[in-house]
């Protein structure tokens, strides 16, 4: 009886999605050969406050041909899923006239602070899935901040009306179950919930991939087909 009582409150305070949870963790890759990143001549007349070269941010894959910035998702409605309360600060820094990180995950109905960190005039403009342009602010002043709001998933396209290399992508969540591989190609993803379900793999330059998980899955290597083209 006693046993029965204790299982009984530790299922009482104990959230059934924690409960029945998996971890999933991998990596991206590429099959050889793997792509340089494109190097972008800067007009003379930015050169001065940008330098006269920028690598274009759109595609970064390690000498092993491991894929940064690859944007995991699992499909599926959570309704009931929450993203964990988090005091976290969704930054954009705009520093040596690039965005900063060139994608970021937030989720819906939170704010995104833009940051300029030099004294260089940046015109941040954003467009969602459709080009339909969100917002268009100047940002003339070293330390200044902009703070928008994002209340609809999806992905918003940020550049800088005034520097053409400058592009970054924020991805605006509807649950919490995405997750984005670092500068190793590496990436986490905690408390699915139990089952089975389809993975989106997408990359701005290379594409979408899918598979299947389920709870037997514990590390996923996922790998894009070989890429020729430029990416600028
Ligand atoms: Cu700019």
């Given at each position: 009886?006693?046993?029965?009582?204790?299982?009984?409150?530790?299922?009482?305070?104990?959230?059934?999605?924690?409960?029945?949870?998996?971890?999933?963790?991998?990596?991206?890759?590429?099959?050889?050969?793997?792509?340089?990143?494109?190097?972008?001549?800067?007009?003379?007349?930015?050169?001065?406050?940008?330098?006269?070269?920028?690598?274009?941010?759109?595609?970064?894959?390690?000498?092993?041909?491991?894929?940064?910035?690859?944007?995991?998702?699992?499909?599926?409605?959570?309704?009931?899923?929450?993203?964990?309360?988090?005091?976290?600060?969704?930054?954009?820094?705009?520093?040596?006239?690039?965005?900063?990180?060139?994608?970021?995950?937030?989720?819906?109905?939170?704010?995104?602070?833009?940051?300029?960190?030099?004294?260089?005039?940046?015109?941040?403009?954003?467009?969602?899935?459709?080009?339909?342009?969100?917002?268009?602010?100047?940002?003339?002043?070293?330390?200044?901040?902009?703070?928008?709001?994002?209340?609809?998933?999806?992905?918003?396209?940020?550049?800088?009306?005034?520097?053409?290399?400058?592009?970054?992508?924020?991805?605006?969540?509807?649950?919490?179950?995405?997750?984005l591989t670092n500068e190793s190609g590496y990436f986490q993803m905690k408390d699915i919930p139990d089952g089975n379900y389809n993975l989106s793999i997408w990359h701005e330059v290379l594409g979408e991939i899918k598979t299947q998980i389920g709870p037997q899955s514990r590390f996923?290597?996922?790998?894009?087909?070989?890429?020729?083209?430029?990416?600028?």
């Open positions: 009886m006693k046993v029965f009582q204790f299982f009984f409150l530790f299922l009482a305070i104990t959230p059934i999605q924690s409960l029945f949870a998996y971890d999933l963790e991998g990596k991206v890759q590429i099959q050889p050969p793997y792509p340089q990143a494109i190097e972008l001549k800067v007009e003379e007349k930015h050169a001065a406050d940008c330098g006269p070269v920028k690598l274009s941010p759109k595609l970064r894959v390690s000498p092993e041909g491991l894929v940064a910035n690859v944007v995991i998702k699992l499909e599926g409605n959570f309704p009931s899923a929450k993203f964990s309360p988090s005091t976290q600060n969704y930054l954009l820094n705009q520093i040596h006239c690039e965005f900063s990180p060139h994608v970021l995950l937030i989720p819906e109905k939170s704010t995104l602070s833009i940051l300029n960190s030099e004294a260089v005039l940046h015109n941040v403009r954003a467009f969602d899935e459709q080009t339909k342009m969100l917002f268009n602010d100047a940002m003339p002043v070293k330390g200044q901040i902009l703070r928008k709001r994002f209340e609809k998933p999806g992905r918003v396209i940020i550049r800088c009306g005034i520097h053409p290399w400058m592009h970054a992508i924020t991805i605006v969540q509807e649950h919490p179950y995405y997750a996923l290597t996922l790998t894009y087909p070989p890429f020729s083209n430029g990416a600028s």
